[in-house]
């Protein structure tokens, strides 16, 4: 297979909507010091604009109380040192306004290890002073002009019994007293929801909205590839192709917002990872090795490329493995949804993000002499001088037989100087460290030789090529095996460094002198 280069523009730059936020999964967590550092390494490789968690009023960050009297008492010092943490490092809150402290709620039905409550108040207008009580705090904190810049999301996936005990009316109940304390703070601060899985609850949430003219500023909802296989047990009756599920179910929340009353409205999708299946029967969330394997990266790579101008936001849920719902992992890789492992080491995903991240804004044109593969897919960028060749092969499992992706690319290269190409690739035992992990035998505790190791192999493969002729199109081969990632990097070769400058006069009457007498 050919893939042309060409030199047209596509007009338009990449949005990037993939880092607009990126997620840890609860407050607390952000409390630790492993968490932090991990999101610290995170936004200094990648570098996020939002943050989002899970269990900002959850009663372990100690925020609601009653008096003697049965008044509300609010205690704000554990989310000041989350958000002040935060802030530090660059990212904004996009706040999600749950769950229900114990003070508040009106039954004792939880979800996750930590035990977060998913009940419904037994008095509205209390869950109403608290989030008005929390929304002046973080104005009289931060100030009007920070926080306008944050999102509110009202609760986190309603639709689902796990979640929310209420019915659907209960939680326009809960949403249209959420939105009146935030607006009641300032008409700027930004209110929205459902926070709904598998994009449901969209346009009846834009419709309650309009119909009782109740504030609603963005549209969140979540969704994961495996989704389909719920929707659809083992994709009988889906309409969708093989692998597309994903990018389909975005586009038609896309659409459902810009033929409602509400065109206008920003659209997040709050949570979504790599999260895979081959079957129904096979579908799990705490037990799904697509999180941690090599073909993770192809995934993240596919998508976000293809749903580039279809969304404000893709939130990766998580950054690190860090991540307490069915209890602290307690290996290297876990199953856990993070981008990087509980000890540090990144994931294939972590560097698919690291590669998009790299990146050009300006997009040109490409060609292609046949048809791809199911799963494969390029993208080309330039920076000032330096052209961009991503490229992905994604494993199809509804596809059997999938072989190595095999080609040549041909680009043009600058006009005058010498080229250089620099190859970055994710692959089995180089950017990926799970598919090791499990060669050594899933060790529960790793020697230093061991962790050396997978250290070692969490790092991309980088080689170098030259381009022997100066002022004509560039061409090279490429090999990707199911699950693989490239990043093709083509630039002028740089000027030479300088020498020396020359001695002072005393310094080469000494130099001469230490030559003599190591002859003598």
Not at 9 to 38: C, F, M
Not at 241 to 264: K, N
Request: charged share 25%.
């Amino acid at each position: 297979m050919n893939l042309t280069v060409c030199s047209q523009i596509i007009e338009g730059s990449l949005r990037k909507p993939w880092k607009n936020a990126i997620a840890v999964g609860r407050a607390y967590e952000l409390l630790r010091q492993d968490t932090l550092d991990h999101l610290r390494f995170v936004q200094r490789s990648i570098g996020y604009r939002y943050c989002r968690f899970h269990g900002l009023f959850h009663d372990e960050m100690a925020v609601v109380a009653r008096r003697e009297d049965g008044s509300l008492a609010f205690r704000w010092h554990q989310i000041d040192k989350v958000y002040d943490a935060l802030i530090e490092m660059g990212l904004k809150p996009f706040v999600e306004l749950n769950p229900m402290p114990s003070a508040l709620a009106s039954g004792t039905a939880t979800i996750f290890d930590w035990r977060m409550n998913v009940t419904p108040p037994r008095d509205y207008l209390e869950w109403e002073q608290l989030v008005e009580a929390f929304t002046r705090h973080c104005v009289d904190r931060y100030g009007i002009n920070e926080v306008r810049q944050w999102y509110f999301e009202v609760w986190n996936e309603p639709n689902l019994p796990g979640f929310w005990t209420g019915t659907k009316d209960e939680y326009w109940k809960l949403y249209d007293a959420s939105a009146r304390a935030v607006k009641r703070v300032s008409e700027s601060l930004r209110v929205g929801g459902p926070a709904s899985s598998k994009a449901n609850w969209i346009e009846d949430t834009i419709n309650h909205c309009t119909t009782e003219n109740v504030p609603l500023d963005f549209i969140s909802t979540h969704l994961y590839p495996q989704d389909e296989y719920v929707t659809y047990p083992d994709r009988k009756g889906s309409p969708h192709a093989p692998g597309d599920y994903f990018a389909d179910t975005v586009r038609s929340v896309q659409r459902i917002v810009a033929e409602s009353s509400r065109p206008d409205l920003e659209i997040h999708w709050t949570e979504w990872n790599s999260l895979s299946t081959s079957s129904t029967a096979a579908v799990t969330w705490t037990e799904n090795t697509w999180v941690d394997s090599l073909n993770g990266a192809a995934v993240v790579c596919r998508a976000c490329l293809a749903l580039d101008d279809a969304c404000d936001t893709l939130c990766w849920w998580v950054a690190s493995d860090v991540f307490e719902e069915s209890g602290m992992p307690q290996s290297e890789f876990s199953s856990t949804y993070g981008l990087i492992t509980l000890n540090g080491l990144p994931k294939a995903t972590f560097h698919a993000f690291e590669f998009l991240n790299r990146l050009g804004d300006t997009r040109l044109q490409t060609e292609s002499d046949e048809e791809l593969p199911s799963g494969c897919g390029w993208h080309v960028t330039q920076k000032a001088e330096t052209l961009q060749v991503l490229l992905w092969h994604q494993f199809l499992p509804e596809i059997p037989g999938q072989t190595s992706w095999r080609g040549r690319v041909t680009a043009p290269t600058v006009n005058e100087g010498r080229s250089i190409l620099i190859q970055s690739r994710i692959g089995w035992g180089h950017g990926s460290a799970w598919e090791t992990w499990l060669e050594l035998g899933q060790p529960q505790n790793l020697s230093h030789e061991e962790m050396r190791l997978l250290r070692s192999h969490s790092q991309p493969q980088c080689r170098l090529f030259l381009h022997p002729e100066e002022g004509v199109p560039a061409s090279w081969d490429f090999d990707l095996a199911p699950g693989e990632v490239v990043l093709f990097e083509l630039r002028r070769q740089g000027v030479a460094a300088l020498p020396k400058s020359a001695l002072r006069e005393e310094l080469a009457q000494w130099e001469q002198q230490m030559s003599d007498i190591s002859r003598a």
